[in-house]
């Protein structure tokens, strides 16, 4: 169907932005591959490797280049001083043989999907001419049904730096049978493939490395990349420094914040209670209220670390209302990780029986949606939370009502309550008002308490890239070319020193089984990514953040950012996340002095 869209002029010109490329991947007549020691699991070692017999145990990967004078010679160490990896060069080379290559987007979208198909494009055409992209529509479906289209240049110029996953579309379907896996293999086989990239989170990863394990013991020529994408930021750790979209969606929502910080300051009267993003992790939180400064920020790994009650995070959060109030200043702004709930240890315990007690196939959950009036839902969980345990049914009996049916409804593809749904931003405005009712300064002050929520989660995720995802993911689909003409089976795509300019971003890969370890989903261990979730003990994130918390909770320290910018001085259109500038280099100023 042809789309009805209208180009704008931010749009052309979007389009027309050609992404700078790091030096060392711009020419691919000279690439060199160097290989790092054999590489563990990030837990349950032994059990990842049973499952993972053909591509457990393979070395780093980094790419040099020998027409490019840098560092990447035989024996160099990696210039990140936390992997501190020394590199041998190998004989292994990039084919330039004609390749046929496919390439699927699984999961939510995030900005600068179409980016990373475009540099897998580019350098696809640049190893050979003849060589082919198919574009698999729909997500992974699209692989299990043999369901695709031909990228050709014309089709991706339309494409170019936007947002969205528009171009072939995405999905959450799940490649887990056997004989998912075999109708998949089939696909490649049909084909004729030689890879197959799969741009995805931690939990598509995971899927490209059962893959890329089942093709291999298939003697299957076709093998399989994953490239990092997904905007909650919990996808990254010391080899990959950041997942695409990330940074993207915190600058978009920090717009939209100090937005409603000016706001609350003009109007005066109003606390906004913004839940974001990040059901797992609070990265994206952490990092908006770096960029914004709010008055509150809940850290939900820091409520799990220090073991925090519901009311001990309320309680602290109306001693800052009321302080704040007293000083003259009823108003503010409070940022919300959607998952927080989760991070409160009493919470979670409910929230896990929830999980498991109304899991996909069991009695109760099929008893649940028996009933007609949800009044007589909560009734029958009231009772099974009665009889298992008091704690869990005085922990949900305290949230309101339409909490409590949120936490009953339909879960997600991981068998987990949609944390989305849950308006935990109105049970936090509930209870501030409550308790604000019963402290008799505030009272005395004749302060009255006004709360209003907010929600920003998919407003992030089609953007516009920022220029640094832009060439950040344009950057991640020439290596994933590059990994393919290597015959690298089961790596993710690598781009680092990420805090410097464009041209100096390094490249390589690292085996995805090294980021794995095992985890109960639907009640069953499964091999999974690790998630990466907020340092509370050593981060230099959190710790430049706990350092100024206070007086942005007093005071008003608001940062008015604007929208993101995409022309004029690199200063401003290039600058990293301060996610990966605060882990480098320990400060958030850019560009560098070196």
Known sequence: MQSKCVETLVGKLRREFKPRIPTLVESLSGIEISVGPKTSAMAEAKEIERLFPLSYGQPVVDIGNKNVKDDSSAERKSQNKDTDIAFTKTDKKVSTAALRIGVVLSGGCASGGHNVICGLFDALKELNKDSVLLGFTGGPKGVMINRFVELTADFLDAYRNTGGFDMIQSGRDKISTQEQMAASLKTMADNNLDGLVVIGGDDSNTNAAVLAEFFAKNKSKCTVVGIPKTI??????????????????????????????????????????????????????????????????????????????????????????????????NYGVVLIPEGVI?????????????????????????????????????????????????????????????????????????????????????????????????????????????????????????????????????ALGRVGTLLIASGMNGYMARVYDLEHDVKRWKCGAIPITMLMNIEIRHGKPKPVIKKCLVDVENGKKFSYFIKRRDDWAVDDCYRYLGPIQFFGPTALTDVPPFNVLLKKTNDVKWPLNK
């Open 232 to 329: 909650d930021g919990d996808l990254q750790n010391e080899y990959i420094e950041m997942s695409f979209g990330f940074d993207t969606a915190v600058k978009t929502f920090a717009e939209m914040i100090s937005n409603i910080c000016r706001d609350a300051v003009s109007a005066a009267k109003t606390w906004h209670f913004v839940k974001l993003m990040g059901r797992d992790a609070s990265q994206v939180t952490l990092d908006v209220a770096l960029q914004t400064q709010p008055n509150l920020s809940l850290i939900g790994e820091e409520i799990q670390s220090e073991n925090l009650l519901l009311h001990d995070v309320t309680e602290n959060m109306v001693n800052i209302i009321e302080e704040r109030a007293l000083q003259g200043r």
């Open 342 to 474: 989760q991070f409160i240890p009493s919470m979670k315990v409910l929230i896990d029986f929830l999980n498991e007690t109304l899991k996909e196939g069991s009695k109760h959950l099929e008893e649940v949606e028996k009933l007609p009036e949800l009044s007589d839902k909560i009734k029958y969980v009231r009772d099974i939370l009665g009889k298992d345990s008091k704690t869990n049914l005085s922990n949900f009996d305290v949230l309101p009502r339409d909490i409590q049916a949120q936490l009953l409804l339909e879960r997600d593809p991981h068998g987990n309550i949609q944390m989305s749904q849950v308006p935990i931003e109105q049970l936090f405005i509930q209870i501030c008002d409550q308790k604000l009712r019963r402290r008799a300064k505030y009272v005395a002050s004749k302060t009255k308490f006004r709360g209003q929520g907010h929600f920003f989660g998919y407003d992030g995720r089609s953007c516009y890239p920022s220029n640094f995802d832009a060439q950040y993911c344009n």
